[in-house]
Nanobody, 123 residues
Framework: QVQLVESGGGLVQAGGSLRLSCAAS????????MGWFRQARGEEREYVAVINRSGSGTYYADSEKGRFTVSRDNAKNTVYLQMNSLKPEDTAVYYCAVHKSGSYYERKNYGSWGRGTQVTVSS
């Protein structure tokens, strides 16, 4: 069983940057596709980005393309989300998760969710 812990969130002004980390324990995540999701207050949890097992393939939601970059360091058992040009609408709790099967874009296809890290972007 993989345990995931997200960190790196905080309060930032619009236009600023944050780098989120997702540290895994319990077993290696090198064999898993990993995803980032976010959930704003009162909203559904939504897909942000996904990275393949080697890190050579990354995919993003349209609203994040060009601003966010997902990466991973399998030696450190950690996945990252670099967020640039942040907007107030990026305010949410950000989660990482292990992809199990099926579409990369659907929350139901992920498991081993972390508890999330809060990102707040002020205008």
């Amino acid at each position: 069983q993989v345990q995931l812990v997200e960190s790196g969130g905080g309060l930032v002004q619009a236009g600023g940057s944050l780098r989120l980390s997702c540290a895994a324990s319990g077993r290696t995540i090198s064999g898993y596709v990993m995803g980032w999701f976010r959930q704003a207050r009162g909203e559904e949890r939504e897909y942000v980005a996904v990275i393949n097992r080697s890190g050579s393939g990354t995919y993003y939601a349209d609203s994040e393309k060009g601003r966010f970059t997902v990466s991973r360091d399998n030696a450190k058992n950690t996945v990252y989300l670099q967020m640039n040009s942040l907007k107030p609408e990026d305010t949410a709790v950000y989660y990482c998760a292990v992809h199990k099967s099926g579409s990369y874009y659907e929350r139901k296809n992920y498991g081993s969710w972390g508890r999330g890290t809060q990102v707040t972007v002020s205008s």
